[in-house]
C-alpha cells in the first residue's frame, strides 16, 4: 500500500488474486506487435467479471496491480510500453523491461530526495 494513495494501492483481495490465472492466459495470445491497451483490458475484464456474478470491478489502478502481482511473483513475463501490454520471452526484451523499471523506480527515489530537502 503506497501512503495518500490506499484507495488505490490496498493489496490484491482474495477475489482479485482469484482473477490471475484468467489474466494470464488472456495475455498469452498478446504479443509485442499485437499488444493491447490498458482501456481494452479493463473493459473486457468488466464484461467478463459482470457476465460471470463477480462482486468486483477492474480499473486501471487495480490492472496495474495485478501485473505488478504476476510480475513480482514471476509467473509471466509482462511487457508494457506506450503501445500497451503483451508477454515477451525474449531475454533482451526482458532487459529492457527491467532497465526501464529501474529507471523509473530511480526517477521516483531523486523526487523523494528533491522533497527531503524542505524538511
Request: overall charge positive; glycine content about 4%; proline content about 3%.
Amino acid at each position: 500500500m503506497v501512503n495518500g494513495f490506499e484507495d488505490f494501492t490496498n493489496e490484491l483481495t482474495e477475489d482479485e488474486k482469484k482473477l490471475v490465472p484468467l489474466v494470464i492466459n488472456g495475455f498469452k495470445k498478446y504479443t509485442k506487435e499485437n499488444p493491447i491497451k490498458s482501456k481494452e483490458i479493463v473493459s473486457k475484464m468488466n464484461e467478463f467479471l459482470a457476465k460471470n456474478n463477480y462482486n468486483i470491478k477492474m480499473t486501471d489502478v487495480r490492472l496495474r496491480k495485478l501485473v505488478n502481482y504476476i510480475r513480482s511473483s514471476g509467473k509471466q513475463p509482462i511487457m508494457a510500453n506506450s503501445n500497451g501490454y503483451y508477454v515477451s520471452y525474449d531475454k533482451d526484451e526482458i532487459r529492457q523491461q527491467i532497465e526501464s523499471l529501474q529507471q523509473r523506480a530511480r526517477s521516483i527515489n531523486m523526487c523523494a530526495e528533491g522533497l527531503s530537502k524542505f524538511i
